[in-house]
């Protein structure tokens, strides 16, 4: 595993960059405001970032998950708000598709979305569905020629703007669960925006009612019954996005924390000359040097599995290899890449939350203010440790990928 820069990588990275500092004033303007940017999409569509790591067979730049998490880990300098936006609409978004649609299914959805003429969005969580999505209660009947879905999701990212959502319900009569393809434009589908949230402020969370929606015959993801396989593939790249954000927003919270250390006198002399402050600058260097080499790791293997199935096709001539798991080199990659994923993500949301909060406390009372990006990183971060498996439920993932599936206590 080398995970030194390529010159390509580089080069992206500063893309990236340059449209992070374009949009920096705006964002911080939409947060106070309270809604989405509207530069985002835009700025990031001219580099091609609505597509990153997506095939340029469907209008993506085609580029490895190490270099996306490494535009992610900018993006999350910028907040959490932001690298939210783009890990619904990639990694839990267009991934999925990348990953479980047919070729129709891509040629027909994918291209719209490399171009930013269509959002996208995973509509899992339910009121009474949240670390246990096989409780869900939204269903679909098969009514021969199409699907009716009705339900309700919550919390869905970018849920009042996206054009195309992968659904998640349960057949009335079976009681399987099945991922859908969504059309968000079709008739019996209402959102309604979700206010009061404590961050996160220019991400659109929605709630999605569905009455009665119906859904061509076609858009189902790869069998029925195989939602929740889809969805817990889906929540290892949406893991992954939230581990390389974290990294950046430390690596934010660490660019204030230096600055403001170097200028703000106290006692006679600059506060980073004190050594209680030198801890937390330390700590926070260590964080992310931690959370870097987990993050990048857990690409990796994501990378391996995402090779392996390119290269073995299994995904579109030979759905059984993968899904009844006797596919074995397939099961140790996806195993192993959900694993690192957890472990990444539960350690980097951790570090990036007392990271912030730590930052807060070198800017004393200069960092308790709205408009502080300190401020700003700690609200956002909190949400990090509840979204994409909340980190208690992903410590006994990780014991039970450990111990065996009996110890299995979720
Ligand atoms: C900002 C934000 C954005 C989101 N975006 C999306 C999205 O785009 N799409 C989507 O589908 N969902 C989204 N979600 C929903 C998110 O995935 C859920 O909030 C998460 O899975 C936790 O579910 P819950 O909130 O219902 O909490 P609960 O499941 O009720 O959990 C509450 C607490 O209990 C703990 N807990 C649960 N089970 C156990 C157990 N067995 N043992 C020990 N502790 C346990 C949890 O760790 C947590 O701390 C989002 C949520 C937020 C806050």
């Known amino acids: 595993m080398n995970f030194e820069r390529s010159i390509e990588q580089n080069n992206f990275i500063s893309k990236v960059d340059e449209s992070c500092r374009k949009i920096r004033d705006t964002e911080e303007q939409a947060y106070l405001e309270e809604k989405l940017n509207d530069k985002l999409i835009p700025e990031f569509n001219k580099i091609g970032m609505l597509g990153c790591p997506i095939s340029t067979r469907y209008g993506g730049l085609g580029y490895d998950i190490l270099t996306y998490i490494m535009a992610l880990e900018r993006i999350g300098e910028e907040g959490s ?38 959002i996208m969005g995973f509509a899992l969580t339910e009121p009474d569905a949240g670390s246990d999505p096989s409780s869900m209660t939204s269903y679909y009947e098969d009514e021969g020629d199409h699907y009716v879905l009705s339900g309700k999701k919550h919390w869905i990212g970018n849920g009042t703007i996206a054009d195309t959502m992968t659904t998640y319900a349960r057949d009335k009569v079976t009681g399987k669960i099945s991922a859908f393809i969504v059309d968000m434009k079709s008739p019996g589908i209402d959102t309604s925006e979700m206010k009061n949230k404590i961050g996160l402020l220019t991400v659109k969370n929605a ?45 934010d919270c660490l660019t204030e924390s230096t600055n403001h250390s170097k200028t703000r006198k106290q006692h006679g002399s600059v506060l980073g ?5 030198q801890d937390h600058i330390a700590k926070i260097a260590i964080a992310i040097e931690s959370s870097k080499w987990l993050t990048y790791r857990a690409a990796h293997s994501r990378q391996k599995l995402h090779d392996y199935v390119e290269t073995t096709k299994i995904e579109n001539s030979d759905w059984q290899s993968k899904l009844n798991r006797t596919n074995t080199d397939y099961s140790t990659l996806r195993a192993q890449a959900d694993r690192l994923a957890a472990i990444a993500k539960f350690h980097a949301s951790n570090a990036a939350f007392n990271t912030a909060n730590r930052s807060i406390q070198i800017f004393g009372s200069y960092g308790y203010q709205k408009n502080s990006r300190v401020a700003r990183h700690f ?17 006994l993932k990780i014991a039970a990928d450990i111990l065996g599936r009996d110890f299995k206590s979720y």
């Open 81 to 118: 708000s932001i690298r939210t936006f783009f890990s619904a609409h990639t990694s839990i978004g267009q991934m999925v598709l990348q990953s479980w649609a047919n070729e129709e299914q891509k040629e027909k959805f994918l291209p719209k979305t490399t171009t930013g003429k269509s």
């Open 207 to 251: 709630e999605i009612y569905f009455h009665k929606c119906t859904i061509p015959k076609e858009n189902i993801l790869s069998l029925p019954g195989q939602g929740l396989n889809i969805a817990y593939s889906a929540l290892i790249d949406g893991r992954i996005s939230v581990a390389a954000g974290s990294i950046g927003v430390m690596v």
């Open 273 to 277: 000359r004190k050594q209680l402050i």
């Open 379 to 395: 609200l956002d971060s909190r949400a990090t440790t509840i979204y994409e498996g909340a980190n208690e439920v992903l410590k």
